[in-house]
Antibody, heavy 119, light 106 residues
Framework: EVQVVESGGGLVQPGGSLRLSCAAS????????MHWVRQAPGKGLVWVSR????????SYADFVKGRFTISRDNAKNTLYLQMNSLTAEDTAVYYC????????????WGQGTPVTVSS | SYELTQPPSVSVSPGQTARITCSGD??????VCWYQQKPGQSPLLVIY???KRPSGIPERFSGSNSGNTATLTISGTQAMDEADYYC?????????FGGGTKLTVL
C-alpha cells in the first residue's frame, strides 16, 4: 500500500526554522518526483516546491524562494522541507504528494502536518 | 504568473449534474487535473490529463478542457460529492492550483 506520512510540524516563533519530513512507503520512492503543497486555515491549496527523482532538480513558489529548501534521501525513502525565516503567513497544513509525472497530477497525498508561526 | 480561476461556490440538487469551471489563459493547451477535498481530509485526485479517471473514481466524474476553460462534470450528483474541488495545471515549471469551488448538494 502506497503511503506518505508527514511529520515535523508544530509551533514556531516568527523568524524561526522548522524541518518537515515525509516518509514514503509502498512504492519505489527513488523513481518519483515529489512535491510540498500547503493549505492555510480555511484557504485553498497552494503549491510550495518540487524535487525530481534523484534530487538534482528543484523548483519553488516565488513566496518561499531563498527561505525554503526541498531535499530527499532516497536511501531513507524520505522527503524533506527545510523552512527558514518563517512568518505568520507560512501558517498552514503542509502536505507532501507523489507526482505521477513531473508537475502533477498528484496521486497520493499525506495527511498533512500543521505548522503554526506565532509568538 | 499564471492564474486559474474557479467560481467560489456551486450548488446542485441530488441526482442532477454539477459543472465546475476552471479558467486560465490558453488553458486548453495544458493538462488539467481536479482534486476533491472533504473537510478534515487530504485532497483526492478525481480527474487527470483533462479527462482520465484514476482507479476507484466513479464514472459520474468526468472532465473536459478546451479554449480557456476546463470543466469538471459530476453526473447524478450524490450527497457524498459535497466537497471542495480544485483544478490544477502546470505553467513554466510552476504548479498552479485554482482557488477552489465549494460544491453544495441540496
Amino acid at each position: 500500500e502506497v503511503q506518505v506520512v508527514e511529520s515535523g510540524g508544530g509551533l514556531v516563533q516568527p523568524g524561526g526554522s522548522l524541518r518537515l519530513s515525509c516518509a514514503a512507503s509502498g512504492f519505489t520512492f527513488s523513481t518519483y518526483w515529489m512535491h510540498w503543497v500547503r493549505q492555510a486555515p480555511g484557504k485553498g491549496l497552494v503549491w510550495v516546491s518540487r524535487i525530481n527523482s534523484d534530487g538534482s532538480i528543484t523548483s519553488y513558489a516565488d513566496f518561499v524562494k531563498g527561505r525554503f529548501t526541498i531535499s530527499r534521501d532516497n536511501a531513507k525513502n524520505t522527503l524533506y522541507l527545510q523552512m527558514n525565516s518563517l512568518t505568520a503567513e507560512d501558517t498552514a497544513v503542509y502536505y507532501c504528494a507523489r507526482d505521477i509525472a513531473v508537475a502533477g497530477p498528484f496521486d497520493y497525498w499525506g495527511q498533512g502536518t500543521p505548522v503554526t508561526v506565532s509568538s | 504568473s499564471y492564474e486559474l480561476t474557479q467560481p467560489p461556490s456551486v450548488s446542485v440538487s441530488p441526482g442532477q449534474t454539477a459543472r465546475i469551471t476552471c479558467s486560465g489563459d490558453k488553458l486548453g493547451d495544458k493538462y488539467v487535473c481536479w482534486y476533491q477535498q472533504k473537510p478534515g481530509q487530504s485532497p483526492l485526485l478525481v480527474i487527470y490529463q483533462n479527462i482520465k479517471r484514476p482507479s476507484g473514481i466513479p464514472e459520474r466524474f468526468s472532465g473536459s478542457n478546451s479554449g480557456n476553460t476546463a470543466t469538471l462534470t459530476i453526473s447524478g450528483t450524490q450527497a457524498m460529492d459535497e466537497a471542495d474541488y480544485y483544478c490544477q495545471a502546470w505553467d513554466s515549471s510552476t504548479v498552479v492550483f485554482g482557488g477552489g469551488t465549494k460544491l453544495t448538494v441540496l
